[in-house]
């Protein structure tokens, strides 16, 4: 019979470890994970430095930044309305399951949410895009609180 590496019990059948080394392995992996403040001062001091960097590079070259900038505004537009239509083509998967109260609200949100984007493309002001945001984060919020209600 084969035996636990951990505690030299014998294992049943083709089991590796028993149940308390296995739960105290588990134990050890699940708590890594989550916020460490050790790194916060690192890591905005590098979001410090790149800012710094940013604005000196558009102090010294104005004309080379204007194009970097339109190709990343571009590049932003494109990866906003493919994440909305993915949110959109999720949301409508989900909201199948949903009752007709949850479908009227979740509907609106998504109506609001196609009226941000066509008025922040159309007059390319961030409130609209805010609205956007905000609204998507509404809907995802009320779809993990009905789900797990649920469960």
């Given at each position: 019979?084969?035996?636990?590496?951990?505690c030299?019990?014998?294992l049943?059948?083709?089991?590796?470890?028993?149940?308390?080394?296995?739960?105290?392995?588990?134990?050890?992996?699940?708590?890594?994970?989550g916020?460490?403040p050790?790194?916060?001062?690192?890591r905005?001091s590098?979001?410090?430095?790149?800012?710094?960097?940013?604005l000196l590079?558009?102090?010294?070259?104005?004309d080379?930044?204007?194009?970097?900038?339109?190709?990343l505004?571009a590049?932003?537009?494109?990866?906003?309305?493919l994440i909305?239509?993915?949110?959109?083509?999720?949301?409508?998967?989900?909201s199948?399951?949903?009752?007709t109260?949850?479908k009227?609200l979740?509907?609106?949100?998504?109506?609001?949410?196609?009226?941000g984007v066509?008025?922040?493309?159309?007059?390319?002001d961030v409130?609209?895009?805010s609205?956007?945001?905000?609204s998507l984060?509404?809907?995802?919020?009320l779809?993990a609180?009905?789900?797990?209600r649920?469960?």
């Amino acid at each position: 019979m084969a035996k636990c590496p951990g505690c030299e019990r014998e294992l049943t059948g083709m089991e590796k470890l028993c149940r308390d080394c296995f739960d105290k392995q588990y134990a050890v992996v699940a708590g890594k994970g989550g916020f460490q403040p050790r790194y916060l001062l690192t890591r905005l001091s590098v979001v410090v430095v790149a800012v710094a960097c940013f604005l000196l590079i558009n102090w010294y070259f104005p004309d080379a930044v204007e194009r970097v900038h339109q190709t990343l505004y571009a590049i932003m537009n494109a990866v906003t309305t493919l994440i909305f239509i993915i949110a959109t083509v999720f949301g409508i998967y989900e909201s199948l399951e949903w009752r007709t109260l949850q479908k009227l609200l979740f509907w609106t949100l998504i109506a609001l949410n196609l009226g941000g984007v066509v008025m922040w493309h159309l007059r390319g002001d961030v409130r609209w895009f805010s609205l956007c945001l905000i609204s998507l984060l509404i809907s995802t919020g009320l779809s993990a609180h009905y789900k797990s209600r649920a469960a």
